[in-house]
């Protein structure tokens, strides 16, 4: 069974920093690229960024570019999503899919999410 726990949210001052962690379980993880997408309140989910199986490709939506950093470790079977100079735009639900086999962005498995609020 595929399990992805996703945690590292909480809330956070603008230009502030969080670092996500997604662990996952139950398939071959160096095998498939992984994802992150959001959901702010209201409003629908968003690709936030992509890596490949090996972690040497990356890519992000222009919203985030410069500012996330997306990275996996294959030995922990984990992904990681390095938030900086948060903005208050970035207040969403963050979770972590795992794509479908070959694929980038399409994906088939989503986690539970965590929560990352940017507040003054």
């Known amino acids: 069974e595929v399990q992805l726990v996703e945690s590292g949210g909480g809330v956070v001052q603008p230009g502030g920093s969080l670092r996500l962690s997604c662990a996952a379980s139950g398939f071959t993880f160096n095998l498939y690229a992984m994802n992150w997408v959001r959901q702010a309140p209201g409003k629908g989910l968003e690709w936030v960024s992509t890596?490949?199986?090996?972690?040497?490709?990356?890519y992000y939506a222009d919203s985030v570019k410069g500012r996330f950093t997306i990275s996996r470790d294959n030995a922990k079977n984990t992904l990681y999503l390095q938030l900086n100079s948060l903005k208050t735009e970035d207040t969403a639900m963050y979770y972590c899919a795992k794509a479908r086999y070959g694929a980038l962005r399409d994906y088939d498995y989503r986690g539970q999410g965590t929560q990352v609020t940017v507040s003054s």
């Open positions: 890596i490949g199986t090996g972690g040497g490709s990356t």
